[in-house]
C-alpha cells in the first residue's frame, strides 16, 4: 500500500481555517483511521522556513516579528512532529498550510525528494470556489478584518492562485498526484470528511464534520460595515466602532454580499483563462454566470453612509435624552 503525505493547498476563501481547525480537533478519530495531523497547531505554516526559497527570511516570519534563527526554530519543530508521525507508521500524513500555494515547482520536487525518502508519496489537494463568490468572499473578510475598503478590493483583479499552484504541482508530481475539488460540489460541512476521502482514508461517518465558522455577514453588513470602518481605528476584531456595532451587524439578515454588475463582469472576464485552463487539465470549470441587476457599489455606499449617520444620530439625540433624565444628584456627582 503506497504511504502519502497529503499536502493541502489552502487557497483563500476555501474554508482553509475551518478544514484545519477540524483536523486539529479531531487528531484523535484520524489515528484511529491510519492519519496523523503532526503538531498541536491548527496548521503547518512554519513550514515555509524549510520548503520555500526565503526559508526563515518570509514574510510569513517577519510580520511576526521573528529573527531568522527563532522561525528556522519553529520550522524545525514542525519537521519533528512530522518525523514523529513517520514513527507511528501512519498510511497517511496530512499538512495543511495557506503558504503551500507560494510554493513553485523546484521547491515542490525537492519537498516531494525529502518525502520519498521517508517512504511516503507527496501528493497535493485544493478546493476552489466560484470565481465570483471567491471574490465576494475575500471582500467580505477584508472589510471583517478592516484590511481595506470595498473600493480598493473591486480595484484588485480576480487572483489566478488555482492555475498558479496546479501548474507547479503538475510540473513537479504528474496529474495523478494533484487533486482539484469544486467546493461547492460537496455536501455542506463535510471538506475535511472530503479531503480524507482523497487521501484514501474512511472516517466513520459523522465523525469528522467541519466545525463551524464565524457567523456571517449579510450583504447589507458588509456595506455598513464597511462605512464604520472608514471612521474605526486600527485592523481586527477588536477595533472600537467594530465591537460598537457588532451585534446589531451580525444579528442583520439577507443575501450574502454579491458583487456590484461591473466589478462582477471584470472578475469573469479575469477568471476565464484561468477557468479554461483548469478545464483543459482537470475537467474542472465554473460556467459564466448571468450578472444579476442590483445596485452599483457607489448607490451601496451612498445608502450605507447615509444609514450609519441615521444611526449615529438616533445614538447621540438618545445620550442627550438619557442625560436630562439623569436624577439632579446622578447630574451633580458625574459633572
Known sequence: MVKRVLLHVGLGRTDTRTIQRTLA???????????????????????????????????????????PEAAQQLAEKQLSAIRAGVATGASVIILSSGYFQSLGAEDLMRLDQQVSGLGYQLETLCFLRAPLTHTANRITQGVRQNSARISQMLDRPYPPLAREHCEAALRALGRKRVHLRR??????????????????????PGTVRDLPGPPPLCHD??????????????????????????????????????????????????????????????????????????????????WAADALAEVTRAEFNQSIHDAQDWPPQSQAMSA
Open 25 to 67: 480537533a479531531h487528531r484523535p478519530a484520524l489515528a484511529r483511521i491510519g492519519a496523523v495531523y503532526p503538531g498541536e497547531g491548527d496548521a503547518h505554516n512554519d513550514l515555509i522556513g524549510v520548503t520555500h526559497p526565503k526559508g526563515p527570511r518570509h514574510g510569513w516570519y517577519r510580520r511576526r516579528g521573528l529573527s
Open 183 to 204: 467546493a461547492e460540489d460537496l455536501q455542506t460541512g463535510w471538506l475535511t470528511a472530503n479531503l480524507l476521502r482523497v487521501a484514501g482514508l474512511s472516517p466513520v
Open 221 to 302: 453588513a458588509v456595506y455598513l460595515l464597511d462605512a464604520i470602518n472608514a471612521a474605526d481605528v486600527g485592523e481586527g476584531p477588536e477595533r472600537p466602532l467594530f465591537k460598537h456595532h457588532e451585534a446589531e451587524l451580525y444579528a442583520m439578515k439577507g443575501r450574502p454580499f454579491v458583487l456590484p454588475p461591473d466589478a462582477a463582469r471584470r472578475v469573469q472576464a479575469h477568471s476565464r483563462i484561468e477557468q479554461d485552463w483548469l478545464f483543459r487539465h482537470f475537467g474542472v470549470s465554473y460556467p459564466a454566470l448571468k450578472i444579476r441587476d442590483v445596485p452599483t457599489h457607489w448607490q451601496e455606499i451612498e
